[in-house]
């Protein structure tokens, strides 16, 4: 069992920038990929970012190139960096993990919201 936990979140301006993070803690070699997801009102949850013990990544198309996923191991933890956020970028950001076998879990969430 994995235990994810993120942090980071807040309210922030246009154009502005936040860092969020996620500590994995408990069997955490069984981890192999972790990833970003968010959960807007109203919507469902999609991909943001996702990076595997490889160091493969893969984005989704609608960062824009905004975002950036990255992972300190010996920290055991996973972060996206959010640039030039727009108001649409608010939503509840979410960590998750995968094992080889596809199983996985979610953080609690982080609140982002971008707004004057």
């Known amino acids: 069992q994995v235990q994810l936990v993120e942090s980071g979140g807040g309210l922030v301006q246009p154009g502005g920038s936040l860092r969020l993070s996620c500590v994995a803690s408990?069997?955490?070699?069984?981890?192999?990929?972790m990833g970003w997801y968010r959960q807007a009102p109203g919507k469902q949850r999609e991909l943001v970012a996702r990076?595997?013990?490889?160091?493969?990544?893969n984005y989704a198309d609608s960062r824009e190139g905004r975002f950036t996923i990255s992972r300190d191991n010996a920290k055991n933890t996973v972060y996206l960096q959010l640039n030039s956020l727009k108001p649409e970028d608010t939503a509840v950001y979410y960590c998750?993990?995968?094992?080889?076998?596809?199983?996985?879990?979610w953080g609690q969430g982080t609140q982002v919201t971008v707004s004057s």
């Open positions: 990076i595997t013990s490889a160091g493969s990544i």
């Open positions: 998750s993990y995968t094992d080889a076998h596809g199983r996985g879990s």
């Open positions: 408990g069997d955490i070699v069984s981890i192999n990929a």
